[in-house]
């Protein structure tokens, strides 16, 4: 474990000074002022820079730590700064949404806006990995088209994999928000009807992904775009009236 750091700490003065405290220190961490596996100072050199207590100052590492930003250790090892979990974003956008009572045509539209984006920018960016990736996918949920939650699982995937080929990490962390916070309301939709009308689903489906796929591949942007935008709004209509 790295020594501790030497960072400049200003004197708060607001009456909720531990927010100020984990402000700073939550910014200098996201400004790369302090890296991962650095120690922060001692408590009681922050209370000499800050001119605030004790209290204040385990509140604001409290709330750093409840955040991913650190990790508080027992011991002269102290908090040491962490490495930016991605889940941790994706966990509280979700808790977002959830407290708001977003209705789940709402979380739909948005993503078909960014995911249709995404799309056409797959269509730029892709590599021959992405394409490899999809191609699989695509193959397994061909295999698994009379196993709902196996077919279910692979259009995850698919719409994942395709947000990471547009190599723009927010299409990735969002796409994975929305798909977290309808999961289950999808699959009641996908699963209903008799075992024949499922696979006639999963069928269409498939067959929508991979024709998104050819003009990914392809490079055909715009083609891409318009089949997923057909394709999500079809999902929309199902949606109608729920909530998460």
Do not use: W
């Not at 927010?19 to 922050?46: A, C, F, T, V, W």
């Not at 750093?64 to 930003?69: A, F, I, Q």
Request: with cysteine.
């Amino acid at each position: 474990m790295k020594n501790e750091i030497q960072i400049d700490l200003q004197p708060v003065q607001t009456r909720r000074a531990s927010e100020e405290i984990y402000n700073q220190i939550r910014q200098l961490i996201l400004d790369g002022e302090i890296h991962p596996g650095e120690r922060l100072p001692s408590e009681r050199k922050m209370m000499d820079m800050m001119h605030r207590s004790r209290p204040t100052i385990r509140e604001a590492m409290r709330m750093l730590e409840r955040e991913g930003y650190i990790k508080i250790y027992s011991g002269s090892s102290g908090a040491v700064v962490q490495e930016i979990n991605v889940d941790n974003a994706v966990q509280s956008l979700e808790t977002i949404i959830q407290m708001k009572h977003m209705k789940i045509e709402e979380i739909l539209e948005f993503r078909r806006l960014t995911e249709c984006e995404a799309a056409r920018l797959a269509s730029e960016r892709r590599t021959a990995e992405d394409l490899e990736k999809m191609k699989e996918i695509l193959q397994r949920s061909e295999n698994v088209l009379g196993e709902s939650d196996a077919f279910i699982a692979c259009d995850l995937e698919f719409h994942l994999a395709l947000a990471d080929a547009s190599h723009n990490a927010m299409y990735s962390i969002m796409m994975q928000v929305c798909r977290n916070v309808i999961g289950e309301s999808l699959s009641d939709i996908l699963i209903k009807g008799t075992e024949a009308e499922q696979k006639m689903r999963y069928q269409r489906i498939l067959d929508v992904h991979k024709e998104t796929y050819i003009a990914i591949k392809n490079q055909h942007g715009a083609e891409a775009a318009r089949l997923l935008t057909i394709h999500l709004t079809n999902a929309e209509s199902d949606f109608v009236g729920r909530k998460y």
